[in-house]
């Protein structure tokens, strides 16, 4: 009877195991293809995911770039708005010099036609006069009073045209003078309006190359979407095929224990603790699947200090060597012509200190300082031109082709900043 009793048992396994494995194999292709899917949706999201990296790099490098477009360009709108003041009152200067050149010639040539209407009666149309006044004199010293009176007159008109001839002179030469500053201006502006120009167009160009790669991240945020959606949907249909196996696994058993307790119906308790262990089994894979599908789931009072072990006064010293040489856009020779940003770049570059061929680049060198607290070798800085500060309110610089290499009044032009680069 046991023997007969074993026999059902094992049949009961069999058909319970024939039955899981007819399942299965007849899934086994859904979750095949499912797992196989899963797989090609991993590697092209993984791909993705690095081609959005790749986008989000080249996206940071631009966005610094065009920073720094942006701080160039406001730093230039800066420049070009203090140089159009500087205009303004150039302007206003040279209509008021030029006034005063036309008042100083007026009364230069109405004196002169004083004195010629002074001789003509004195030595032209008055020698009688002249004579019967002279000899009319009480006496010598009477006589000798007069004639020192007519030279007198005569000195003291000659003396007074000079005088208008040598003001006349020194307006013009400073009617000159401010053409020249003015002209230069004028040049400086045109230059500031092209690199605005040249700015506006490379930031043009950069945003378009942002919007680029907007696009191109939107496009390839929406690939790993659709890929990430393909994975959990697959992912539920591998779920739901091992659902359904578990389901037929235990309506297979169930049937089996079914059949088992009719055919020994006086048996019912051996059945069921075999069921029941059975069942602890199928439990045990149950937990396993489980398990392996979720695995697969200005500077105020500004006064620094010094870098550097360079003196400022041996700097001001070397500098002050090149005054008189000349003047020359771009050039960086102290000795056959320099630009102000080439001199200062020329002199410091003597003393092992590197700095920039640039007079905005300048601004932003080194550590800013209040005009109050000017050292001599700091730099001062203007919109567009740089200068050596030599103490005393004084600056060395390279000025313009008109005066070459000179020294001026540090405050003769708007003061933009104080660097400290010692």
């Not at 000195?155 to 000159?176: F, G, H, M, P």
């Not at 309506?251 to 079914?258: F, L, N, T």
């Amino acid at each position: 009877m046991n023997k007969k009793r074993k026999g059902q048992a094992l049949a009961l396994m069999l058909v319970s195991i024939l039955a899981v494995s007819h399942l299965q194999a007849v899934d086994a292709s859904t979750v095949n293809k499912a797992k196989n899917k899963k797989e090609q949706a991993e590697q092209e999201l993984n791909q993705t995911k690095k081609q959005i990296e790749a986008i989000e790099k080249q996206q940071s490098a631009l966005r610094s770039e065009i920073d720094e477009k942006d701080a160039e360009l406001v730093n230039l709108l800066v420049n070009i708005g203090i140089l159009e003041e500087e205009l303004d009152a150039k302007n206003v200067q040279l209509a008021q010099v030029t006034e005063e050149l036309a008042q100083a010639q007026q009364k230069s040539a109405d004196q002169y036609e004083a004195m010629k209407k002074r001789i003509q009666f004195m030595y032209e149309r008055g020698d009688t006069a002249m004579i019967e006044t002279l000899l009319g004199s009480a006496d010598m010293t009477d006589f000798l009073n007069k004639v020192e009176y007519v030279s007198d007159v005569y000195e003291y008109d000659r003396n007074l045209l000079t005088q208008y001839q040598i003001t006349v002179q020194q307006v013009a030469d400073l009617k000159v003078n401010v053409e020249t500053e003015k002209a230069e201006l004028e040049a400086m502006q045109e230059e500031y309006a092209a690199q605005q120009s040249s700015l506006e167009t490379i930031l043009a160009q950069k945003r378009e190359q942002m919007g680029s790669y907007d696009n191109q991240l939107v496009t390839a945020q929406a690939k790993a979407d659709e890929f990430k959606q393909t994975i959990a949907a697959q992912n539920e249909i591998i779920k739901e095929e091992e659902r359904k196996q578990l389901e037929a696994a235990k309506a297979a058993e169930a049937a089996a224990k079914a059949r088992a307790a009719k055919n020994h119906a006086g048996n019912s308790s051996g059945g069921s603790s075999s069921g029941n262990n059975s069942n602890t089994a199928n439990n045990g894979s149950q937990g396993s699947g489980s398990s392996g599908s979720g695995s697969s789931g200005s500077g105020g009072g500004a006064n620094p200090g010094y870098a550097t072990n360079v003196s400022g006064g041996a700097v001001v010293s070397y500098a002050c060597q090149f005054v008189g040489n000349p003047y020359v856009w771009g050039g960086t020779s102290l000795t056959q012509g320099a630009d102000c940003s080439g001199f200062v770049m020329s002199v410091f570059a003597h003393f092992g200190i590197s700095l920039p061929h640039s007079s905005a680049a300048l601004q932003g060198c080194g550590k800013e300082v209040s005009y109050a607290n000017a050292q001599p070798g700091d730099l001062i800085c203007y919109s567009g031109h740089v200068g050596i500060y030599m103490g005393g309110g004084m600056i060395v610089h390279a000025q313009s082709a008109a005066v070459g290499i000179t020294t001026s009044s540090a405050a003769y032009r708007t003061i933009v900043t104080v660097r400290r680069v010692l």
